[in-house]
C-alpha cells in the first residue's frame, strides 16, 4: 500500500474527503493517442506480459488525465491462461477462447495450482507503485467468477449467455466446482497485487447483470462472497462493480465489499439509499456522455455530484469503460469539473447551486 492517504482510499473507507475523486474504467485505452501508439508496435497481450510496458501505459493515462488513481494495465482474461485455456485478441471481435469449457470434464481438467505465473501484473503494480509512492494510489483488479466462468463457456463476448446458463441450470455442482476453481486462482492472483502495492481492489463482475436477482443469489452470490472475503483478508478495500445491476443490489450488499460501482441505469442517490450507510459507491456517468458537447457534459457531471451530495464515499466514475471512439479533451473536461465543482460542493453540503 503507497497513498493511503490519498483521497481515493479515504473515499473507499468513506472517510470525508475535500474533491470527490475520480478515475475512469478503461483510462488507459484506444481513445487515447499515446495508447495507440504503444498499440501500434505489440499487441495487447504483449503489453500485459511486458511489466515495463503496462507500467509505462499505466502511468502515461494517469498523468495524462490527472485523475485520482491508476488502474493497472492488464486484462481481465490473462488468469484463463494459467488455468489452461488458451486465448486470443482478435481484431475488431473481441477475445476468442480457443476450446470453451461446456462439461464437467473439462472443469475437472482447469489447473489452480499456477496463479504465479501471472507474476508479470505483480511486477507492473510494483513499478507504478514505485513511481508514484505517495502521490498516487494504485488499483488492482480481476474478474469476479461469474463474468469469468461465462468467457470460459461461451468462448468469447455474448448477447444471451445461453450456453453458460445451460451449464448452470443442468449442471449446478459442476457450476460451483468451476466457480470455485475460479475463485481459487483469482484470489491468489489479487493478492499479489496487494503485495506488490495495490492499494485497493476492483472486482469486475462486468456482465451479472444478465442474472435475474434468485439465479445471482443461488448460483453466483456464494462463491462472489468468498472471493470478496479473501479478498478484504489482504487488507485493501474492495470495489465491486457490476452493470445494470440496480435490481441485484440487495444480494451484491452481501458480498460486503467497501465499496459498489453501479452504471447510469440507476441513479446514484437511490444506489445510496438502497446500499445504506456501510458501502461507498462508485460511478456512474454513462460513458455515452462524453460524445455530448462540452456545456451538456459538465452538466452531467455536476448532476451526479449533486445526486451524491458530498455524502462521505463517493468516487466519481463511468458507469461502464470509456468507449475508442472518445474525444481525449472531453475526458480532460469530465475530470475538471468533478474536481472544480466538487471542491467548492463538498465544503458547502448546505449549497443548493442547480444543474
Ligand atoms: O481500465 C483500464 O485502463 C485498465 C485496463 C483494462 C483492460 N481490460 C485493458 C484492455 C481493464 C480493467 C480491462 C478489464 C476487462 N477486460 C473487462 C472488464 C471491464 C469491462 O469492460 O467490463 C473485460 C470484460 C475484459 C475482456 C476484454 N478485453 C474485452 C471484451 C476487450 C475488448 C476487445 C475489443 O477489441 O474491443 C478486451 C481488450 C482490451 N483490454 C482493451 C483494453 C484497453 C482494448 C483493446 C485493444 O487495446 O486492442
Not at 251 to 278: C, S
Not at 310 to 330: D, K, Q, S, Y
Amino acid at each position: 500500500m503507497s497513498a493511503p492517504d490519498s483521497i481515493f482510499v479515504r473515499a473507499c473507507r468513506r472517510i470525508p474527503v475535500e474533491s470527490t475523486p475520480v478515475w475512469l474504467m478503461r483510462q488507459a485505452g484506444r481513445y487515447m493517442p499515446e495508447y495507440r501508439r504503444v498499440r501500434k508496435q505489440h499487441s495487447i497481450l504483449e503489453i500485459c506480459k511486458n511489466p515495463e510496458l503496462a507500467a509505462e501505459v499505466t502511468v502515461t493515462a494517469a498523468e495524462r488525465l490527472g485523475v485520482d488513481a491508476a488502474i493497472i494495465f492488464a486484462d481481465l482474461l490473462l488468469p484463463l491462461e494459467v488455468m489452461g485455456l488458451d486465448f486470443e485478441f482478435r481484431e475488431g471481435e473481441g477475445p476468442k477462447i480457443a476450446s470453451p469449457i461446456r462439461d464437467s470434464n473439462a472443469i475437472a481438467r482447469i489447473k489452480t495450482d499456477r496463479p504465479e505465473d501471472l507474476g508479470y501484473v505483480s511486477e507492473a503494480v510494483s513499478m507504478v507503485a514505485r513511481h508514484f509512492a505517495h502521490r498516487l494510489p494504485v488499483i488492482g483488479f480481476c474478474g469476479a467468477p461469474f463474468t469469468l466462468a461465462s468467457y470460459m463457456i461461451e468462448g468469447g463476448g455474448s448477447r444471451q449467455y445461453s450456453e453458460t446458463k445451460r451449464l448452470m441450470y443442468g449442471d449446478p455442482e459442476a457450476w460451483e466446482e468451476l466457480l470455485r476453481r475460479i475463485v481459487r486462482v483469482v484470489s491468489q492472483f489479487a493478492a499479489q497485487q496487494v503485495s506488490a502495492g495495490a492499494d485497493v481492489l476492483q472486482v469486475f463482475d462486468s456482465w451479472a447483470g444478465s442474472l435475474s436477482p434468485s439465479d445471482y443469489a443461488r448460483f453466483v452470490l456464494p462463491q462472489t462472497k468468498v472471493l470478496i472475503s479473501e479478498l478484504k483478508a489482504t487488507g485493501a478495500p474492495v470495489i465491486y462493480f457490476a452493470t445494470d445491476s440496480a435490481m441485484l443490489l440487495p444480494y451484491i450488499k452481501q458480498t460486503r465489499a467497501e465499496v459498489i460501482g453501479v452504471d447510469w441505469r440507476i441513479a446514484i442517490d437511490d444506489a445510496f439509499e438502497m446500499l445504506g450507510p456501510n458501502f461507498a459507491v462508485q460511478g456512474n456517468l454513462d460513458p455515452a456522455a462524453l460524445f455530448a458537447p462540452e456545456r451538456e457534459l459538465r452538466r452531467q457531471v455536476r448532476e451526479v455530484l449533486e445526486r451524491a451530495a458530498g455524502r462521505a464515499g463517493h468516487i466519481f466514475n463511468l458507469g461502464h469503460g470509456i468507449l475508442p471512439e472518445t474525444p481525449v479533451e472531453n475526458v480532460l473536461a469530465l475530470i475538471d469539473e468533478v474536481h472544480a465543482y466538487s471542491a467548492t460542493r463538498n465544503q458547502s453540503p448546505s449549497s443548493s447551486v442547480a444543474f
